[in-house]
């Protein structure tokens, strides 16, 4: 065991404040890594005011990892000391059920181990998230990452940008096809610039007119203000398929009416409480209201390299870890461009 320095929420209530750590020494197939950047993701701050129920305190948050490999076991092939690489929202998983052979360790049967506010695959031993200075991750769930990229800015790809990617990829958006991305966020911006990437008709739907130029910016082609009734009505019939990236309750048969016939809308926001949806919203014109859940290694990987090849990072605001606390409410309050993340020098020092 090694002692780290971390932030830790203590209570639901209470700021997330320095917190010592125990990280396991390497095992046989470990990777150490000293983090550099994490990315700051709305379901941190979902999951340290215990928003959805089930929060173990004290929770280190932080699932969008990147850092430098500082130790490995000496069963470790793929990566050695001084490499580039990240983390992201799980660190193991069973490996062996129907959905980890297929790649999907996202949706494992028995369970997961999610970065952190979760259980290792010994079911006992809690995990801990990246606002750390080190985490000990097994080496399959490390990704490898382009050190030509700046890290700060390729940190968030690792939830926002593979929780959007892979929703895209699945439902085959191609190109011309009629993409609207509801919020503009951490995810929504990166849904906005990979679906552009991938050919699409991009509309941004937010409430929040100010950020009609940054969406311009972003990549995408129309901008509308869902908070002008009018606005939705136009709306009506037009899209194929509508990525909602909300984090607070709103009504989704508002948005199922914007969806052509056989259109799709996936949700990624998780809000805490949510409206009812009506039978007939989704019946008339044969719509489908479906989930994703950020998306398994090799798909993040595959990520990872779409947008290297695509010159596609996020836009950043990089902070010190003291101000994590103002950061979760700024990103409440939607005064976020578009991701934050922790400069993880600052808990060095
Ligand atoms: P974020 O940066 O806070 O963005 C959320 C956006 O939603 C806001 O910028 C805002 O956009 C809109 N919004 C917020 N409150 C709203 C309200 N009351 N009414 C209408 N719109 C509102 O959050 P994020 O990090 O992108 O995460 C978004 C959600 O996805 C969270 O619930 C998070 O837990 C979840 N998530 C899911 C997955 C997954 O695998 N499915 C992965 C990561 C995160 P506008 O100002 O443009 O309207
Ligand atoms: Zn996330």
């Given at each position: 065991m090694t002692q780290v320095k971390a932030y830790a929420a203590q209570q639901a209530d209470q700021p997330l404040a320095l917190f010592d750590l125990d990280r396991r020494?390497?095992?046989?197939?470990d990777v150490e890594i000293e983090i550099l950047f994490c990315g700051v993701c709305h379901s941190d701050i979902h999951t340290a005011r215990n928003e959805w129920g089930g929060t173990k305190y004290p929770v280190v948050p932080g699932h969008e990892i990147v850092g430098k490999v500082s130790a490995i076991g000496?069963?470790?092939?793929?990566y050695k000391v001084g490499d580039t690489v990240g983390v992201g929202c799980f660190v193991d998983s069973c490996g062996h059920c129907n959905n980890c052979e297929k790649d999907l360790e996202q949706y494992c049967e028995n369970g997961n181990s999610q970065t952190y506010n979760s259980l290792l695959q010994d079911k006992k031993t809690i995990t801990y998230g990246g606002y750390s200075t080190h985490i000990v991750v097994t080496e399959k769930f490390v990704l490898s990452v382009s050190d030509k990229l700046p890290l700060e800015a390729v940190a968030p790809l690792l939830c926002a940008g593979i929780t959007t990617y892979s929703p895209l990829k699945h439902w085959n958006v191609k190109e011309g096809d009629k993409v609207a991305v509801v919020g503009l966020g951490g995810l929504g911006h990166m849904a906005v610039k990979i679906a552009a990437a991938m050919g699409a008709e991009v509309t941004m739907l937010s409430r929040s007119p100010e950020k009609e130029k940054d969406a311009d910016a972003l990549g995408a082609h129309h901008f509308e203000l869902t908070t002008v009734a009018e606005n939705m009505k136009k709306m009506?019939?037009?899209?194929d398929i509508i990525i909602d990236t909300v984090s607070a309750q709103h009504d989704y048969n508002e948005y199922l009416k914007?969806?052509?016939?056989?259109g799709t809308m996936v949700l990624l926001g998780v809000p805490p409480q949510m409206e009812q949806i009506h039978a007939g919203s989704l019946i008339f014109g044969r719509k489908s209201l479906v989930g994703s859940l950020v998306g398994g290694i090799k798909e993040t990987q595959e990520m990872l390299d779409f947008c290297a090849e695509h010159n596609i990072v996020s836009d950043v605001e990089v902070i010190s870890i003291d101000k994590v606390n103002e950061a979760y409410e700024r990103t409440i309050a939607g005064d976020v461009h578009y991701r934050f993340v922790i400069d993880m020098a600052s808990l060095k020092n």
């Open positions: 020494t390497p095992g046989e197939s000496t069963g470790v092939t793929k009506s019939g037009r899209f914007l969806l052509k016939t056989d």
